[in-house]
Every structure is written in C-alpha cells, then in structure tokens.
C-alpha cells in the first residue's frame, strides 16, 4: 500500500486473544489511510494468521513475527514501531477494540490542533468511561497541560502520537512492568498542544482477558523499576516541584496502594515486603517533596500503619476499602486543611474525574 497517514501496532502474544475483533475495527471503522501491523510475540506467526484469517488479505494488515523470550510487550510494541513510516502512530491491546470513527477523530483533532499527541477517550466495557485523566473543566480537549490537567494518570498511550514529534521514544524493556510509564511521561511532560478526544469515539477496553503480562507475581522492586526510567529521561531533572508531585502523587494513589493490598492478601504475608514498600514511599517523597501531604487523611493511614513496627492486616485492609468511600472526609481530604483545596489533593482531583466519565 501507498504510506499510510497513520500506522496502529497491535502486539499479540496468546492464541486465546480476539485480535481479530480489534484488526476488524480498525479496518471497517477508519476512512483515515491506515497500516495496522500485528507482531506475532513469542508465538508461532501462523497461529496468529489463522487467528486472523481473511483480514491478512487487506493490504492494509501486515503480520510481523518478533521472539525475544520475554513476557512483556515493550520489545514487540517497540519493534511495531521500529517498522512505522506513517507520520502518526497509535497502539491498541489485543483483546481492545476501536468505536467506528475513532481515529479518524483522532487525527482530524491533531491536524486541527498541531497536538503531539491526543488521548482517546476510553471506555471500559461493562463499566464505562474511564475517569482518568482528570482535566481540568474547560480545557477538556485543547492544549492541556501535564501538571495542571493530571495527565499522569494516563498510563497507557492510548490515542495518537505524532511520530515525527517523538521518533525515538519507544516503551522500556527490561521492566516487569510499568513499561509504558517513563514513556506516557515524556509525552505528556514535553508534548506540545496535547488534546484529549473526550467526545469523540471511545477507545474500547475488554478487560476479561486471564493471561496479562502485568498480572503475573513479582517482589516491589520490580513493581517499581519504572522509576529508574522516569529519573534517567533527559527532561526530569528539570521538572519543577510541581510536575514532580503531579507525576508522584500518582504513582502513590494507583501503583503503591496497590502494591500494599497485593502484598497484604500475598501468600507470605505483609511482612515479608514492608520494609520494600516503605522504601518505595520514602522515594517518591524524596523526588517530589512534600506529596504525601497531599494524600487524603485515609491513605496516610495506611501509610503509618504499614510503617508501623506490627502492623495489622485487617486494619489495612478496612482502611484501603475506606478509600473509595468518598462521602466521608477521609477520603477527600489531606491532614493539612490548607492543602485542600490544592489542585493534585483528592477533592479537585476526584470531582474532575467525575466530569470526565460523564463526558459523551
């Protein structure tokens, strides 16, 4: 085919996985000249070809073997990406799908507005739209900014990049997980212009799928390698104070406090993790000074009562359930009262997410 206007790599690693559904609607969805290229990861291709069967005929869909041995998808989505020509770039999980018109959407928001990259809105199915990032009301689609609209709760670089903007950047391997976060970070901290689709048509996450990279056990340290790569980016050491906490702030609420309820319902106990954990938080207060101040009164508490000396499953357990309980102080305010209305606190934070799963 003539080069496309936008290359979208799919990575696929299992037999089970409908990569046909997510192929299908990138075709029979997009007007836009597209090239949708499925590496066949540690998997025999032809496994993958008769997953996908006549679409294989589409000089639109070309199949790219990639082995490196290696149970995760940075080293084949970084290999899709090594072979995109197309000026614009997205990627999609294997078992996700594409509402018809998405990215078309995409693009015609990117050429409107020069942006280096524009999020897709996404919906979970079953549950619906994904609250994050939680913008800021008004600035819901043009010229976000990283730190002001929280664009670090985007993890996944779901949407489109402008690969000529970002022709080098690519996921981290070697990581057991969080491959894709010193990545989003770079987009969204040195990105131009970056808009967010809110209204238009969703990105499509399935999330039933049993055999996830991501699921599989693994100590703290290797939870949390991804900060090595965020740290080593030739933009962080410039990053103000303010940056630093709206990328810490949310590695705290999402990652840590799931990295404590796993380790607490683990097999070997809390104990056996804690001092791992605690270095962990102590980190992240010391690239970003000042963050667990804006946590809400509930999580400190199951921060003090994991540094505690004996702490108590049960309470952590109760006090992680607290944390989406967000009729009650706890949950929407910091200890300090001053800081409550700070724009990464949980008040502001919250209800902007709220305005972005109502968004349609």
Do not use: C
Request: no cysteine.
């Amino acid at each position: 085919m003539s080069t496309p206007q936008i290359d979208v790599v799919i990575p696929v690693h299992s037999a089970t996985r409908p990569v046909d559904r997510a192929v299908k609607s990138v075709l029979d969805g997009t007007s836009t000249a597209v090239r949708v290229s499925v590496v066949a990861h540690n998997i025999d291709p032809s496994v993958i070809e008769a997953n996908l069967g006549s679409l294989l005929s589409d000089d639109r869909v070309r199949l790219l073997p990639f082995e490196d041995g290696i149970r995760s998808p940075a080293g084949p989505m970084n290999h899709g990406l090594d072979q995109a020509t197309a000026p614009l770039i997205a990627v999609m999980g294997s078992d996700d799908e594409l509402a018809a018109g998405a990215i078309d959407s995409w693009v015609r928001l990117q050429a409107e507005t020069g942006a280096s990259t524009v999020l897709a809105r996404i919906r979970i199915v079953g549950r619906g739209n994904d609250p994050y990032p939680p913008v800021r009301n008004g600035r819901r689609q043009r010229s976000l900014d990283a730190r002001k609209d929280r664009l670090a709760y985007r993890s996944a670089p779901l949407g489109v990049v402008d690969r000529e903007r970002f022709p080098d950047l690519r996921f981290t391997e070697g990581l057991a997980s969080g491959e894709d976060l010193a990545y989003t970070a770079t987009l969204w901290f040195t990105g131009e212009h970056i808009a967010y689709d809110i209204a238009g048509p969703a990105y499509l996450v399935h999330d039933d799928a049993d055999d996830r990279v991501t699921f599989a056990g693994r100590d703290v340290a290797a939870d949390f390698a991804f900060l090595d790569a965020i740290e080593a980016t030739p933009w962080y050491p410039s990053l103000g104070r303010a940056g630093r906490q709206a990328l810490a702030i949310k590695v705290l609420r999402v990652h840590v406090f799931d990295a404590i309820l796993a380790r607490v319902n683990a097999r070997e106990g809390l104990e056996a993790h804690r001092r791992d954990l605690i270095a962990v938080m102590d980190r992240l207060e010391r690239m970003a000074p000042g963050v667990l101040g804006l946590l809400a009164r509930v999580d400190r508490q199951v921060i003090d009562e994991v540094k505690n000396s004996s702490p108590d499953p049960a309470r952590i357990l109760h006090l992680l359930d607290a944390r989406w309980n967000y009729r009650t102080l706890g949950a929407l305010t910091p200890r300090n009262p001053f800081l409550a209305l700070h724009r990464q606190a949980p008040f502001r934070t919250l209800f902007a997410g709220l305005r972005s799963m109502s968004a349609t």
